[in-house]
């Protein structure tokens, strides 16, 4: 247990983290899971992780797709004239 610390939003305070787990985001960022230690509502810290030990992929980056051309602009329809 690393003891972080952490605001939760229903005791609107910083409270220590209970049962942590560290997480990676989607975007690869570290992040820490845990709930409060006073009422148990879950927290959610960004950032502090263990960055040096979660392994970035290698994946390469998709190549961008080619603009197409833009499609040409329709003819407006001519104005009907009035019947009386």
């Not at 950032?47 to 833009?70: D, I, R």
Request: aromatic fraction near 2%; include cysteine.
């Amino acid at each position: 247990m690393l003891a972080t610390e952490g605001y939760c939003v229903k005791c609107k305070a910083k409270r220590q983290i209970k049962g942590e787990t560290q997480v990676v985001m989607k975007n690869g960022r570290p992040a820490t899971r845990g709930t409060c230690s006073v009422c148990g509502t879950k927290m959610f810290k960004i950032g502090g992780g263990p960055s040096k030990s979660v392994k970035k992929s290698t994946a390469k980056p998709k190549a961008k797709a080619k603009a197409k051309p833009k499609a040409k602009a329709k003819a407006k329809p001519k104005a009907r004239a009035k019947r009386r």
